[in-house]
């Protein structure tokens, strides 16, 4: 916390993150167990993504290393006209994926690249009427009496075209909105626009709360924490809202912070999960990810009273 520590760069070399980085192609993914885009679905978009997670969010590295460059390259490859990073869903939107990639991209350095901006362009079109965005795609809630077969089809089956029945109308999705917001926090310009605000509002006004789609609904999922980011959680949303420079003050952040300080363990750590229905045990083997948990939530406070 400000204290005077080598160059990040030295950490690179660390067997954990050597283990990643051996594994990756040669077009800068990650190979899938399930092979390369079968079905319609790009499993090597996703792994890349989840190795990203670590190796920019976790070890800090950027696109001064050329496994960053071309596995950057490889996202942007996904990348369609529109702006989207399309392939998760098969050919169906996903602004909540294609937000929480951004996030990634941007803290390697790429915020300035015309291809993020051609991203943020499309998130902003891709927007409720209520200014949040839904979970899963915004293209497919339009379509009437969609059954779980249909929906599987559409957005695994690579024959299937992209799906542009909106229903904008409807309410956001605290965990859609929560992954999108991401890209908008890191992002010099867009953390403080109009629009990431009133994104930033909605998000905030659930904590704790059910949230109004189906995914993710239960209100235990806000006490559900990993790290890197993945979903939507506490954590997630107070850190992505602390870059954002919401204040402390706030009636919502002031309840969801001190909900962790009354949270905290006896041995200075958090939990991974305080959910009831999502029980996590506290052992050797959730050690290491209370560690990097309670170091988000450090830099949290950090972040809002700017105490160090």
């Known amino acids: 916390m400000d204290e005077k520590v080598s160059p990040i760069h030295h950490i690179w070399d660390l067997p954990e993150v050597q283990i990643i980085l051996q594994k990756q192609l040669d077009d800068g993914s990650w190979p899938s167990k399930y092979g390369n885009n079968q079905n319609g679905v790009k499993y090597s978009l996703i792994e890349t993504w989840k190795a990203l997670r670590f190796l920019i969010q976790q070890y800090e590295m950027d696109n001064t290393h050329p496994a960053i460059r071309i596995a950057a390259e490889y996202i942007f490859s996904c990348q369609t006209d529109e702006g989207d990073i399309r392939g998760i869903l098969a050919n169906q939107y996903t602004p909540y994926y294609t937000g929480a990639i951004f996030y990634l991209l941007i803290k390697a350095g790429y915020q300035h690249d015309p291809r993020v901006e051609k991203g943020f362009?499309?998130?902003?079109?891709?927007?409720?009427?209520?200014?949040?965005?839904?979970?899963?795609?915004?293209?497919?809630?339009?379509?009437?009496?969609?059954?779980?077969?249909?929906?599987?089809?559409?957005?695994?089956?690579?024959?299937?075209?992209?799906?542009?029945?909106?229903?904008?109308?409807?309410?956001?999705?605290?965990?859609?909105?929560?992954?999108?917001?991401?890209?908008?926090?890191?992002?010099?310009?867009?953390?403080?626009?109009?629009?990431?605000?009133?994104?930033?509002?909605?998000?905030?006004?659930?904590?704790?709360?059910?949230?109004?789609?189906?995914?993710?609904?239960?209100?235990?999922?806000?006490?559900?924490?990993?790290?890197?980011?993945?979903?939507?959680?506490?954590?997630?949303?107070?850190?992505?809202?602390?870059?954002?420079?919401?204040?402390?003050?706030?009636?919502?952040?002031?309840?969801?912070?001190?909900?962790?300080?009354?949270?905290?363990?006896?041995?200075?750590?958090?939990?991974?999960?305080?959910?009831?229905?999502?029980?996590?045990?506290?052992?050797?083997?959730?050690?290491?990810?209370?560690?990097?948990?309670?170091?988000?939530?450090?830099?949290?406070?950090?972040?809002?009273y700017q105490i160090f």
Not at 161 to 168: G, H, I, L
Not at 225 to 241: C, E, H, I
Request: charged share 20%.
């Open 121 to 304: 362009q499309w998130l902003l079109d891709m927007r409720q009427d209520d200014g949040g965005w839904v979970i899963g795609s915004p293209g497919i809630i339009g379509i009437p009496n969609l059954s779980r077969n249909e929906l599987n089809d559409l957005t695994s089956n690579k024959n299937r075209q992209t799906s542009r029945v909106f229903d904008k109308s409807k309410p956001f999705s605290a965990a859609g909105t929560g992954m999108v917001l991401r890209a908008f926090s890191v992002h010099p310009t867009y953390r403080r626009s109009e629009a990431a605000l009133t994104a930033a509002s909605l998000l905030k006004s659930k904590f704790f709360k059910k949230d109004n789609w189906a995914s993710y609904q239960h209100p235990d999922n806000w006490i559900r924490f990993q790290y890197p980011f993945w979903w939507t959680n506490l954590v997630s949303a107070l850190d992505s809202l602390s870059l954002m420079g919401l204040s402390s003050d706030d009636p919502n952040i002031k309840k969801a912070l001190k909900w962790l300080i009354e949270h905290q363990q006896h041995d200075g750590l958090w939990k991974v999960s305080y959910s009831k229905i999502h029980k996590s045990p506290d052992n050797d083997r959730t050690l290491n990810s209370r560690l990097w948990i309670t170091l988000a939530i450090c830099r949290i406070f950090k972040q809002f």
